[in-house]
């Protein structure tokens, strides 16, 4: 990396980057210079951890959506396919479900519910609270999402 960056005035994590590129789309792929520098090093990067994951037939697909769409529209065909294929766990979906159920009732964004939270956390005592966390996750993970409750303290 120093010696990249002091010879070539270039960023070691830049050259990393160009590393994986080349090691990915050139020797595992066998794509030619012409196609990879058409394709370009931001599209390449956008989809190399999806290409990582696929098989060859979808690799290619993945090689024409970056050689056909913008940067912008190959964005968006990633963060589509991420969420398509994104594993969530229980803390992701309690995490999730409690989140559009909070916006819903009290009627606000995701930011102002943060706010909301901030506000109504400031003057807890962060100890006890820490630990009522870790009791409740707790007792989640061994019975499972509890359905609505009207009262915290029914969980």
């Given at each position: 990396t120093d010696?990249?960056?002091?010879?070539?005035?270039?960023?070691?994590?830049f050259?990393n980057?160009?590393?994986?590129?080349?090691?990915?789309?050139s020797?595992?792929?066998?794509?030619?210079?012409?196609?990879?520098v058409?394709?370009?090093?931001?599209?390449?990067?956008?989809?190399l951890?999806?290409?990582?994951?696929v098989?060859?037939?979808?690799?290619?697909v993945?090689?024409?959506?970056?050689?056909?769409?913008?940067?912008?529209?190959?964005?968006?065909?990633v963060?589509l396919y991420k969420?398509k294929h994104?594993?969530?766990?229980i803390?992701d979906v309690?995490?999730?479900?409690?989140?559009?159920?909070?916006?819903?009732d009290l009627?606000?964004s995701?930011?102002?519910?943060?706010?909301?939270?901030?506000v109504?956390?400031h003057?807890e005592d962060?100890?006890s609270?820490?630990?009522?966390?870790?009791?409740?996750?707790?007792k989640?993970?061994?019975?499972g999402?509890p359905?609505k409750?009207?009262?915290?303290?029914?969980?």
């Amino acid at each position: 990396t120093d010696y990249i960056e002091s010879h070539f005035n270039m960023p070691g994590s830049f050259a990393n980057k160009l590393i994986r590129i080349f090691k990915q789309f050139s020797e595992k792929m066998q794509l030619d210079e012409t196609t990879i520098v058409g394709i370009g090093i931001d599209k390449l990067s956008l989809i190399l951890p999806i290409i990582k994951k696929v098989d060859a037939i979808e690799q290619d697909v993945w090689i024409k959506k970056a050689t056909d769409m913008t940067i912008g529209e190959l964005k968006e065909e990633v963060e589509l396919y991420k969420e398509k294929h994104r594993k969530l766990n229980i803390e992701d979906v309690f995490a999730d479900q409690f989140v559009e159920r909070m916006v819903t009732d009290l009627n606000c964004s995701k930011k102002k519910l943060m706010y909301n939270l901030a506000v109504y956390f400031h003057y807890e005592d962060h100890e006890s609270v820490c630990d009522d966390i870790a009791a409740r996750s707790t007792k989640i993970k061994e019975d499972g999402i509890p359905a609505k409750k009207t009262q915290p303290s029914e969980i």
